[in-house]
């Protein structure tokens, strides 16, 4: 697939993995095994797949294997890694946001998991949003013990609410960026479900974008579920 209008690209892996190493992992969260990879090999593939050359890589500076295994990786796409420990999930995304900035953009968390053809397709209907748009991949799989509940309007899937009381959908991890993101106000946002949910309060044009199913990979019992929607796709001939 030709990536199209998202010129950029980014992976948030800066969390520090702490219930995977409570259920007896030892490494960064990114390194992971699902299938017999990394997770950070499952995303990059899904960019590379989808027609994108380079892909901008939060870690953190704990996770010195992953750092490792990206500079031994081979085959597209290429990879600015970018080492920092931020504070939240929203200085995560903030930094990769600014670091891409200027062009339309797609970032992903590494821990979220589905077919990279459902990841073309976010793509494609993600290339359909006015440009000023932002799209968040969402889904009707609950996979995740605190869920960002999004209620959509049935006509055009625009998000009408984010947070709250449960609804259809929940947030998947996939984000679909304008050149230039609005302004957050004054202070940072403590996490990024706060400032989307501003967004949505205050009116800007951010839609859903439902994605069939999307595993989050927090715990060790989610790696088990993963593996076996894994094994599921391939045998439908479908990658992850």
């Not at 609410?161 to 957050?184: D, N």
Request: aromatic share 8%; hydrophobic share 50%.
């Amino acid at each position: 697939m030709n990536a199209g209008i998202f010129w950029r690209a980014g992976i948030i892996a800066a969390g520090d993995g702490a219930r995977l190493r409570a259920g007896g992992w030892a490494g960064s969260k990114a390194m992971a095994p699902l299938g017999g990879r990394p997770l950070i090999d499952h995303a990059l593939d899904r960019f590379g797949a989808s027609g994108i050359e380079r892909v901008s890589l939060l870690i953190n500076e704990a996770s010195r294997d992953c750092a490792e295994h990206v500079a031994a990786r081979r085959g597209p796409p290429a990879v600015d890694l970018v080492v920092r420990t931020t504070p939240s999930s929203f200085a995560s995304f903030a930094l990769l946001a600014a670091r891409l900035s200027g062009a339309r953009t797609v970032i992903s968390t590494v821990d979220a998991i589905l077919p990279e053809h459902d990841f073309a397709s976010f793509l494609a209907a993600a290339a359909q949003l006015p440009a000023e748009a932002i799209g968040l991949g969402v889904t009707r799989l609950v996979d995740d013990e605190a869920p960002l509940w999004a209620e959509l309007d049935a006509a055009d899937g625009r998000i009408v609410r984010l947070g709250g009381a449960p609804a259809a959908h929940v947030t998947a991890g996939f984000y679909a960026l304008p050149a230039r993101l609005p302004p957050v106000g004054e202070a940072g946002f403590g996490r990024l479900r706060d400032y989307l949910g501003r967004l949505v309060q205050d009116g800007y044009p951010v839609y859903g974008i439902e994605l069939p199913q999307v595993f989050d990979v927090d715990r060790a019992g989610d790696l088990v579920q993963a593996e076996q929607a894994l094994a599921s796709w391939r045998g439908a001939g479908e990658g992850a």
